[in-house]
């Protein structure tokens, strides 16, 4: 089987509250993919699911984070969500960044993926 990866990067500086852009993307079925996001976790904040995925087509594999500047104290870098297409269809990743401690708190900013999976080629 042939591995794919897609890795978005996405800078996000104005998009916040419910309306936030939403970005489309198409995977092939089987694929992992990535969503690369700015991120700084000495602010307390971090990227999370803000909807949970429809199980049937996407799975949530991991998240890493890589620090932008080596040796920058406090300086952000990249959230790196990980993710896999388990199923043929159509489905949101709606993302929020915040603290996880804050609940039900407006996030600091939030950003949605539509994801179309076909079938490989």
Request: charge should be positive; proline fraction near 5%; hydrophobic fraction near 45%.
């Amino acid at each position: 089987m042939k591995f794919l990866l897609v890795l978005l990067s996405v800078l996000l500086g104005a998009a916040a509250g419910p309306a936030a852009e939403v970005k489309p993307m198409t995977v092939a079925l089987g694929q992992e993919f990535k969503i690369s996001l700015e991120s700084n976790p000495s602010t307390g904040n971090q990227w999370l699911i803000a909807r949970p995925l429809d199980e049937r087509l996407l799975k949530l594999l991991g998240s890493e984070y890589k620090r932008g500047r080596p040796g920058a104290v406090g300086a952000g870098g990249h959230e790196i969500l990980s993710f896999k297409a388990l199923g043929e269809g159509k489905t949101r990743i709606q993302l929020k960044y915040g603290r996880l401690w804050e609940g039900d708190v407006t996030p600091a900013r939030m950003t949605n993926f539509v994801v179309v999976i076909t079938k490989a080629g």
